[in-house]
């Protein structure tokens, strides 16, 4: 097994959670807050948009099963790419499209991926940054669709690659 990893942030993380979870080659996701300057931040004060920090989820996948590429195509048809104020209702700084990157090569896939899309017609509003430090979320927002038994309120599956 070759264990790597992603972060993606793309709204509120409990619905890109909830979308990503079911793919093989995951082996563990982690909502939580990155990109931020505040060390150790809690939801609310997230929320609140005061500490730069975006909510994102991390996950950790088999590379052997499924590669970056595959995770980063879904991670731009399971929300708005071209929202550049949130998704859905969801507005403000802490729920940015944002990837951020491991190394070079998960930098030039994103890269990639952002062009099929804009040569498509989407205006891309996608960050892509480096990855920083990544703070879990409190226990309570871990799998929470699935200890709800709900379904996202503003992600939904919207194919843009062929």
Known sequence: MKREKAIFAGGCFWGVEH???????????????????????????????????????EIEYDAERINFETLAKLFFEIHDPTQGDGQGPDLGSQYLSTIFYFNREQRQIAEKL???????????TTQLRKAETFWPAEDYHQNYYNKKGTLPYCHAYTKRFD
């Open 19 to 57: 979308l990503m979870q079911d793919q093989e080659g995951v082996l563990k996701l982690t909502v939580g807050y990155t990109g931020g300057h505040r060390q150790n931040p809690v939801y609310e004060e997230v929320c609140a948009g005061i500490t730069g920090h975006v909510e994102a989820i």
């Open 114 to 124: 952002i062009k099929v899309l804009e040569e498509k017609g989407f205006k891309i």
